[in-house]
């Protein structure tokens, strides 16, 4: 048995799209175009303002926020609840007290079993 971390002394700063005060936990990667991990929004963060590179699945774990689409208005998000951006929709995601999420972007994602809030 392995045990491994993913605190945000693990995480690596987003740098990109103005953001601030958002690390990314890599939970892990493999062979096909897909990529799962962790984005720590400290209070006050922001992922800034970007396109999707594939569909992203934003699910809160913990805290709570907001996230945007392509109008830039702002919804709030808590934790259980997440949101699907699909590729090349631009979007944005904050926090006023913190947030932790996990991201899972691929190039197809099966929703189907989802429930829709």
Request: glycine residues 12%; aromatic residues 10%; proline residues 1%.
């Amino acid at each position: 048995m392995k045990f491994y971390r993913f605190d945000k002394e693990v995480g690596f700063p987003i740098k990109q799209y103005d953001s601030q005060g958002a690390l990314f936990i890599k939970v892990c990667r493999n062979k096909q175009e897909n990529s799962v991990g962790f984005i720590q929004l400290d209070a006050g963060g922001v992922v800034g303002y970007h396109q999707a590179t594939v569909q992203q699945l934003f699910i809160v774990i913990q805290g709570e926020g907001w996230v945007t689409g392509t109008d830039r208005e702002k919804i709030s998000i808590k934790s259980g609840e997440g949101v699907m951006w699909e590729e090349g929709e631009w979007h944005e995601s904050g926090s006023e007290s913190g947030m932790l999420a996990l991201v899972v972007e691929s190039e197809t994602i099966d929703t189907s079993l989802l429930q829709e809030k």
